[in-house]
């Protein structure tokens, strides 16, 4: 998982862009939802087993826009909750996280 990371750094320097916090708004939505579209669920079914509102659901699927605690429900009833948790867990076995695009290209991985 850090090597996507890296190379999704790579990539957004590459081009000269940067993530934003809506990017990564947007990615997380964008997943969720086609996890949601392929276990054919409707929002209703969703909130039902998530306990976020529908209303909610559609919010941050259109915008990006949901509390920390609502994304966590929607990502657990959706995918494995250890997947997200395992980013800290590998960022944090870093000693430092890189700040240059030449960082990454120069730290052998």
């Known amino acids: 998982m850090r090597y996507i990371i890296y190379y999704c750094i790579f990539l957004s320097v590459r081009m000269n862009h ?3 916090d809506s990017d990564i708004q947007t990615a997380f939505a964008t997943h969720l939802r086609k996890l949601r579209e ?3 669920l409707s929002r209703d ?3 039902e ?3 976020v509102p529908a209303a909610t659901i559609k919010k941050f699927e259109l915008t990006g826009q949901i509390s920390l605690r609502q994304l966590l429900l929607l990502w657990q009833s959706l995918d494995d909750l250890n997947r997200l948790y395992k980013l800290t867990v ?3 076995d870093l000693t430092r996280a890189p700040k240059s695009i030449d960082e990454v290209l120069n730290s052998g991985l």
């Open 18 to 20: 940067f993530l934003t």
């Open 38 to 40: 392929g276990e054919k």
């Open 45 to 47: 079914a969703l909130a």
């Open 49 to 51: 087993r998530s306990t």
């Open 90 to 92: 590998e960022l944090n």
